[in-house]
Every structure is written in structure tokens, then in C-alpha cells.
């Protein structure tokens, strides 16, 4: 008789994570559970802490207490785990503006740990599948914002992180820009990548998130399956905790 | 390794960067001129300085004189030394403020790499880039070796002091960066922090006193012996001290950011 199989652990675990900034509390007591293939749009109005739970994901910032497990392992005691598991896009896509499209991949590749020949797999890979072959000789100085964050998303991409974190990833992008980056992401699920997409838009949640969470204040407020025709309902949701929450506050 | 990673990263942004270039290329030019007023010093004294029982020759009026004015007591205004301690400051300025400041730092740490491979591949980088001026530095001085008599030992000495100092320079351009928020602030402040390294013992040696912890502190003290030909594990060590100090307290300001934010 064949064992069960035991259940592969949850790509990210975060359990009650807080962090203070600039003096005040701008997450407190988060837990949050993402699995391999989910989409979770993290909603949040500014100052919700949004950025600050990206930020400690993504390995930029340290909690100030709280766990973070990344395919069950320690990510705080092992941050070199984000290496492999992690790929993240910051919101403005950053960049070194002297190097060319293709030396970025090439840079981020070799930072997590990719030798030899696998470099130019990766980097060609992500070429393609991004559509950026033709800007692959060009300095990042000179990119549109729109091409800054395909640029960003494509080193988010290159190693085949597990999970990945996008901060406003449709930020400057055209129509048809967005609509291939929501194609790309629910293609990535499908290959069992995890998602975590922080946005304002709530049209961007409800076209690829599976799952939905709203940030106020620091807290957690709301953690729900999303099913489709949910716009109005999540719209509602988000406008009586934003506007209640600030009621509150005031 | 991830370090290398760093490091390649690092030089191939300093090899593209207009700036590594014109300082390398303006440097080079002081001190082909510098070798020229030397060289031409040396020839017009040289039958007097013949006719001397171990008197000084090519080595040290002219090979170890490209080194440092300051040092060897040359006349002319910067040598390697003096160069080195106003280029190094703005070659490191960019290494970690440039990064903070233009956003690219996080992208670092969200590699997975710690803020010991990142200021060490950083460190490392610049210290090739050092290197690599150095060797076009000395080729010059070096391209008369088969015409004049060169003692090799005492250059080869006078080199090793050069590229520790420039070394200790880096380490100091790299930390300082590591703490300051603009690349600006973090040139001025190596360049105060070398300059008070080299000149921190200026007040006691014009007293007249030649040793004491004061004179034990300044870079140009251990320098002094290695421009000399001597080479003495005590002051290898104070530079190897000194670089330690520089690089470990750049780590810790550079581990913090991750707990700051």
C-alpha cells in the first residue's frame, strides 16, 4: 500500500508580522497563507501598509517581530532563500540606467546564482516571453516607463521564482500592455507560480486575482476567495473598509 | 559566488560610466608629466650624484618619487599617493550611495544577498579597477628599466606601500559611502577621512617627535618604511588593520538599512 503523499508546504507563510515606521505601526499582527497557483491581489489604500508587507516578503526589510516561511523554510534565518524562491518587482521598476536590457538579466541572473550557460538561457527565455528582443541593446536610461517595468518583470522573472511580488506592476503600461501582462500572470499560475499583486486598481484584482486581501492601517481586514462577477461586491467591500476604517481613525 | 556576481556587476558599471575614465586618463596624464620633470631632475645631476659613493640613483630620485611628494620629500605637487587620495572618494562615492539614492539598493538585498558579499563585492570591484591604474601607473617609470638601473626590491617594496594605501583609500571611499544617502556627501567625507589618515601626525612631526600613538595612527608613517624598501609585517598589518575597520563598520551600516527600511 502506497503512503500519502505528504502535503507540499505553502509557498509563503507570514505569521503575525509587525513593523513600526517613521515612529507609528504600518503592519501589525499580519498572518497570511499563499499557496502554489494563487493569484492574491493586495488592496490597501496609501499609507496601508501595502509596500511595507512587500518589502519584508520580498527580503528588502526586516520585520521587527513575527515569521516569514517560504516553502517552509525560515526566510528571516535564511534570507538567502529569496535567491531562488522570490522574485520581485518594486513599484517605479528600478534600475542601473548605464547598463543595456540585456546586461540587466544578465546581472540579476548571475545575483541569483545562475552560471555558465544558463545565464543566456534564462535572459533569451525572458526575452521572448516578455517581447523586449528588440530593446535588448538599449540602455535602461533611455526606456520608456513602460519598458522600465516589462524590464523589471523580466528580472522578476528569470530564475522561475516561486513566488512572485509585483508592486503596481501595471503602472505606465498601454491597454495592450496590460492585457498581455494578464495573460502572462494567469499563465504563471497555471504553471503553479504564487502571485502576490499589490495595486490600486480594483479592475486589475478582480481580471486576475483568484483571492483577495485588503490591508487598512497595518491590519488585515479582509482575506476572501474571489469569483468571477465579484467587481461590484469587492468594490463595496473596499470602499466600506477605507472609508469606515478612516471614520474610525478620525 | 554571489560576491563575484557583485563584483562583476560593479566594474562593468565603472567601465561604462564616462567618470572611471576621465579620472583614470587625467591621473595618467599628471603623472607622465610628473615622470618627465623627475626624469629630467635626475639628468641634470646625474654626473654630481655618479660621482657619489652609494649615492641615490634611478630608483629613488625618479621610480619611487612617482609615488608620493609628501613621502619622499619631491618638490612636485601629486604623486600616486596625493592623486589617490582625491580620485579614490569620488570612484567609491557611487558604489552604495548611488545605489541608495537611485533606488537600486533593495534590489540587492532582495537577491538574497547579505550586506557582507554586496560591500565586499562592491570593495572588490573597485579594488581591480585601483589595480589596473596602478599597473598603467608604474609601466611608466618601468618602460626606462632597461636603459636605467632599476633596484626592483625597493620598487617592488614602494609598490606594495602604494597599493595598500590605496587600498586603505577604498576600503575608507566604499564605508563612507556605505553611510552616506548621496554620492556627494559620501566623496567629501573620504576625502576628510584620507586626508586626516595621512596627515594625522603633521603637528608631531614638526615637533620633532617620530613616534607615539599619534604617528603610529597616520597612513604615512607605515608608508614611509615601504617607499623606503623595507618591508615590515608591523605595517602590513596596520593596513590590513585599517581595512578591516573601514569594511566592518561600511557591513554594519549596510545591515542596518534592512532593519531601518
Redesign the interface.
Known sequence: MNAPKPASPPVLQLEDLVRRRAGRPAVRQLSLTLQAGQVLGLLGVNGAGKSTTLAMIAGVLLPDSGSIRLQGGDFLEHPELAARAIGWLPEAAPLWPELTVREHLDAHARLRGIRGAAVVQARDAVLERLELNDLARRLAGVLSQGQRQRLGLACALLHRPALLVLDEPANALDPVQVAALRKLLRELASDGTAVILSTHQLTEVTAVCDRVAILHEGTLRYDAPLAADQHAALEKTFFDIAVNGRAQAA | M?LF??T??EL??LF??PLGWIIAALALAELGWRFALLLQIFLLNQVRLAALPDGPGYTDLVAVRMYSSFITGSPLPFGVIELALLLVPLLTMSTLAGERS???L?????????ATRILLGKYLAVLIWLALWLLLALAIPVSLAHGARLDWGMFAAATLGSFLALAVLAAIGVAASAYAAHPAVAAVAALMLGLALSCINLGAQLAGVSNGFVNWLAMSTHQETLLRGLVSSADIVWFLLAIAVALALGIQRLASD??R?
Do not use: C, K
Not at chain 2, 533593495?106 to 547579505?114: D, H, I, K, Q, T
Open positions: 554571489t556576481a557583485v562583476r556587476l562593468r558599471r561604462v560610466r537611485a533606488g537600486t533593495p534590489l540587492l538585498f532582495a537577491s538574497g544577498l547579505s534592512r532593519e527600511g
